[in-house]
């Protein structure tokens, strides 16, 4: 069955880190690309970045540049998001998903990935 779960958020003051994590299984993670999205409260689903099978990335927020950085370890099954310098307007539910692609091609939108996790909530408060 294909499946991916979030974790690794929490509750984080202004300024700190978090390490995202999305475990994946049931299907072959070497050919798919995973996005992370987020989604704030009262505001439309947000791409953050996408690592493509042969690991090139892609920003799809400028205002993450710089401060959040996205890995993948093949042999764990696991797609990595760590946040840096984190913000009161990063608090959002972070989602992974999956879409069966090639090389360093990544899906240039969140409605070219069929699969998605269930997320994990990311507040950044003081």
């Known amino acids: 069955q294909f499946r991916l779960v979030e974790s690794g958020g929490g509750l984080v003051q202004p300024g700190g880190s978090l390490r995202l994590s999305c475990a994946a299984s049931g299907f072959d993670l070497d050919n798919h690309a995973i996005g992370w999205f987020r989604q704030a409260p009262g505001k439309e689903s947000e791409g953050v970045q996408c690592?493509?099978?042969?690991?090139?990335?892609?920003h799809y927020a400028a205002s993450i540049q710089g401060r959040f950085t996205i890995s993948r370890d093949n042999a764990k099954k696991t797609i990595y998001l760590q946040m840096n310098s984190l913000k009161p307007e990063d608090t959002a539910v972070y989602y992974c998903a999956a879409e069966a692609a090639y090389g360093s091609f990544c899906p240039p939108r969140g409605d070219d990935f069929d699969h998605w996790g269930q997320g994990t909530q990311v507040t950044v408060s003081s």
């Open positions: 690592i493509s099978s042969s690991g090139a990335t892609t």
